[in-house]
């Protein structure tokens, strides 16, 4: 066989080859472009708080916390949605609203125009002051202020 058959038969081989290889590629493509669209997904738009239905809900606002008393067992967690319907524009906080209860290391916050639910770990019986310290004057503002009563 003559050098010039055996180079056109290597290539026709070549060339077959690298077509049956071309799906593959368009597979590997795609699954990387639908792991990239996944991990921006979840970068973006983190999942709020943790999975499962809320206890209690609480809205947050410029004017204060809806329930300034919430409830609990004693020695049973606490689910609670953390509403804040403020948008960004709110120049005092940007917006953002807390739920902090330092005795039992709680510290929530919540991005405007969104809602989160935390856990608030299983306490014993009596009462856990709680606030929001990120606008509208602070923890020092009456209307920010609340409390946690823990009963037996």
Same mark, same amino acid.
């Given at each position: 066989?003559?050098?010039? %058959?055996?180079?056109?038969?290597?290539?026709?081989?070549?060339?077959?080859?690298?077509? +049956?290889?071309? =799906?593959?590629?368009?597979?590997?493509?795609?699954?990387? *472009?639908?792991?990239?669209?996944?991990?921006?997904?979840?970068?973006?738009?983190?999942?709020? +708080?943790?999975?499962?239905?809320? &206890? %209690?809900?609480?809205?947050?606002?410029?004017?204060?916390?809806?329930?300034?008393?919430?409830?609990?067992?004693?020695?049973? =967690?606490?689910?609670? %949605?953390?509403?804040?319907? &403020?948008?960004?524009?709110?120049?005092?906080?940007?917006?953002?609203?807390?739920?902090?209860? =330092?005795?039992?290391?709680?510290?929530?916050?919540? *991005?405007?125009?969104?809602?989160?639910?935390?856990?608030?770990?299983?306490?014993?019986? +009596?009462?856990? *002051?709680?606030?929001? &310290?990120?606008?509208?004057?602070? %923890?020092?503002? =009456?209307?920010?202020?609340?409390?946690?009563?823990?009963? *037996?």
């Amino acid at each position: 066989m003559s050098r010039a %058959k055996h180079r056109d038969r290597q290539s026709c081989h070549a060339d077959r080859h690298r077509r +049956g290889r071309l =799906p593959v590629r368009i597979a590997l493509f795609a699954l990387v *472009a639908i792991g990239t669209v996944l991990v921006a997904g979840a970068l973006l738009f983190p999942a709020r +708080g943790s999975a499962g239905p809320a &206890d %209690k809900t609480v809205q947050i606002t410029m004017g204060g916390f809806s329930s300034p008393v919430i409830g609990a067992t004693a020695g049973q =967690p606490l689910r609670v %949605k953390i509403v804040n319907p &403020d948008s960004s524009y709110h120049t005092d906080g940007g917006g953002w609203h807390q739920l902090a209860i =330092p005795e039992l290391r709680v510290d929530a916050r919540v *991005a405007p125009r969104s809602e989160s639910v935390v856990e608030i770990p299983a306490a014993a019986p +009596g009462e856990y *002051a709680f606030y929001c &310290d990120v606008c509208c004057g602070g %923890k020092e503002n =009456p209307s920010m202020q609340g409390v946690l009563i823990v009963t *037996a």
